[in-house]
């Protein structure tokens, strides 16, 4: 646990949990959770969730041919919504994510 806590001293991680998304590890073993390293809170949720889907190599394009849009959501499943009401971006900042939260990521059932 001492080693785990000067490993992310100074950096900012969150659990990410990967919700009826299959997801591998570099050797193809399924997981089902990772933690991720998050750069910039201030980048716009769509953002953080694009380079997410990078990192993991997950599908853009479902079997159809149509996009696959996924979404962030906290453990109350509580999607983090793109926009405010105003339609200015939202960003992890904007719903006091902390080092080490959990967030879900899902496939969006209207998406596509």
């Known amino acids: ?11 900012f991680f969150i659990k990410l949990y990967f919700d ?7 050797d193809r073993n399924p997981i089902a959770s990772a933690e991720v390293n ?7 949720i769509e953002e953080q969730i694009r380079r ?4 993991f190599k997950l599908p853009k394009i479902n079997e159809l041919g149509q996009p696959i849009e ?5 453990p ?11 339609r200015r971006t939202r960003c992890f900042l904007d719903y006091n994510i902390k ?6 990521l899902l496939v969006d059932p209207k998406g596509a």
């Open 99 to 104: 080092s080490g939260d959990k967030l879900h």
């Open 20 to 26: 009826n998304i299959s997801v591998y590890d570099k």
């Open 52 to 55: 997410i889907v990078e990192v």
């Open 38 to 44: 998050v750069s910039d809170l201030s980048l716009p």
């Open 70 to 74: 996924y979404l962030l959501a906290q």
């Open 1 to 11: 646990m001492e080693n785990e806590q000067q490993t992310h001293e100074g950096q």
């Open 76 to 86: 109350d499943k509580e999607v983090l919504e793109f926009q405010d009401d105003d």
